[in-house]
């Protein structure tokens, strides 16, 4: 592992450092060397100063990694997912095991109950099967249900890509270990966060938005209101994907999610025509991280607003503890969107503020 690739680890595995502050970070700094050596200054202040962990552990995880036959893709390396390094939370690193070139593929997500119906499970591993053989690449979460069925499904003509919401180490649920090991050799398992990483439930959110970041849309087969494949429609929705969804029984509450995002807007899925007839074409453009010119265009903007605005006080009346949307304090402040993403970051860099998956903000618990 080069030097600049264990920087990249370290920085990415850092408390307090989310996937908005590696971002900014490297563009401000030029490399992660340069801002790990930044890092004691920014810290002054903090309740909890940031820390990296010792070049030793950060090796130690890489030759984990390497022993289970898996690799780490970062976010300025070719191999990335440009449809995922579109995300403003884009994950700073990736641990896969099986194909990494597959994750920049067209893909399309199947996501749905874990407590799925005969029924619903049919219909994912048929959609599956049909998409898979249409050449495009299955995302889904390994869970039970309605993911297991389409993973399931995939396999049968072509390959998937599994998003765990732990340590690749650490498959869940753990009856699906075999299931991940099937689909590491037809396709990839992908994860976030660290090897020995256990499942938690704030991990399946960011999860998901991974699941429907590597997707040009994403369907869902039976969800009930309130569920977690909600979530991932939703961030779908924000990530400007398209999101389909299978009709269901008015009767049975696992529907009821699904249905109302038919209501919605969502297209109707009967079968994999329904995806195929409104799934967008994968954009032939270079992924929008690319640090020089994320480095430009940031300096650009630097010229032409002047430096970033006194906006502390304004913004942090606009968040609590609560996660709230990006967006919904754009609309209730005075600031310009760079200059209100430019006071975001300061107060992160400060600890004042957590910058969430899904475009979301919440005020730190010192801050």
Known sequence: MTGASLARLRLARTDGVGPL?????????????????ALPALSAGRAAPYAPPPEAEARREAAALAKLGGRFVFLDD??????????????????VLGDAPLLAAPAVAIVGARNASAAG???????????????????????????TAAHDGALRTGPTIAVLPGGLDRPYPPENAALAARIAAGGAVVAEAPLGTAPLNRHFPRRNRIVAGLSLGVVVVEAAHRSGTLITARLALEQGREVFAVPGSPLDPRCRGSNDLIRQGAHLVET?????DHLPEAPRDAPLFALPALAAAEAEAAELLGPPPEGQAEVLELIGLS?????????????????????????ELEGRVELLPGHRVMRSSNG
């Open 78 to 95: 070719p191999l990335y997912p440009p449809l995922l390094a579109r995300l403003p939370d884009a994950p700073p690193v990736l641990a």
């Open 21 to 37: 502050t590696f971002r900014r970070l490297l563009v401000r700094h030029g490399s992660a060397e340069a801002a790990l050596a």
């Open 272 to 276: 994999a025509a329904d995806v195929l």
């Open 121 to 147: 499970r049919r219909i994912a591993e048929d959609l599956a099967e049909a998409l898979a053989a249409k050449g495009l690449t299955v995302v889904s979460g390994l869970a039970r249900g309605i993911d």
């Open 323 to 347: 996660p709230v949307s990006v967006d919904e304090v754009l609309r209730r402040c005075h600031l310009s969107p760079p200059d209100l993403q430019a006071v975001l970051t300061d107060l």
